[in-house]
């Protein structure tokens, strides 16, 4: 990282060339089987969720699939699943607008984390669609000691509100950092006054591109 003078850490479990990996979660598995009753469609809001289904029951790729995300549409393809629906705009009211139109006569359900950071189910249930649901992980925050704090002037990227949440739990934050957010669902979750950017598309890859964009200028 000589081209740049602030260093950028990488909070998602995956590793990435040009940055300091520094992982602040960690999935654990919750669920032995994956209900399926009923169903005639899933959804996935992460490449996670998927991983995880097919460590629990490879039974999943039987049902086509809504895919939240070019990373998720990108494993769930990987895995010889269907993707019949990838939305371009994934983000809250777009999404439920979204299945509103398309899937309002499937019944769907959604494979997800034991934490969300938009309830579809809610906003479906208020245009009378029933989302069915089976939180099948959840997330833990890793601990550090204090001597892995990122230093000053640092740029520290943030893939889900979970990594906030748990980099704020291991450490202060610093005015002299920048955030780099993977989307507004994200950046809600910031610490008030917080010096952010978010990326360009929600893909790892974009925070880093920014990261770096704003690793080589002068923080003051």
Avoid at 149 to 177: A, G, H, K, M
Wanted: net charge negative; glycine share 4%.
């Amino acid at each position: 990282m000589t081209s740049q003078s602030r260093s950028i850490y990488l909070l998602s479990p995956e590793s990435h060339e040009e940055t300091i990996s520094l992982s602040m979660i960690e999935f654990q598995v919750t669920a032995d089987h994956i209900d399926y009753a009923g169903c005639d469609l899933l959804m996935f809001t992460s490449k996670q969720a998927v991983v995880t289904a097919e460590a629990i029951d490879p039974a999943w790729k039987k049902f086509p699939s809504i895919a939240i995300g070019s990373a998720t549409r990108a494993q769930i393809e990987a895995l010889g699943g269907e993707v019949i629906f990838s939305p371009s705009n994934f983000y809250a009211l777009q999404l439920s607008e979204d299945i509103i139109l398309f899937f309002a006569d499937r019944s769907i359900l959604y494979l997800r984390p034991e934490e969300v950071s938009y309830d579809s189910k809610g906003a479906l249930a208020d245009a009378g669609i029933t989302l069915h649901e089976q939180i099948i992980y959840k997330t833990n925050c890793v601990s550090y000691p204090t001597d892995h704090q990122p230093p000053d002037s640092s740029v520290i990227i943030f893939t889900s509100p979970s990594t906030i949440r748990c980099f704020l739990q291991n450490f202060s934050w610093l005015p002299s950092y920048t955030a780099v957010v993977i989307g507004n669902a994200t950046k809600i979750h910031l610490p008030d006054g917080a010096q952010y950017a978010v990326a360009e598309q929600p893909l790892i890859s974009e925070c880093i591109k920014t990261a770096k964009e704003i690793a080589k200028q002068s923080r003051f």
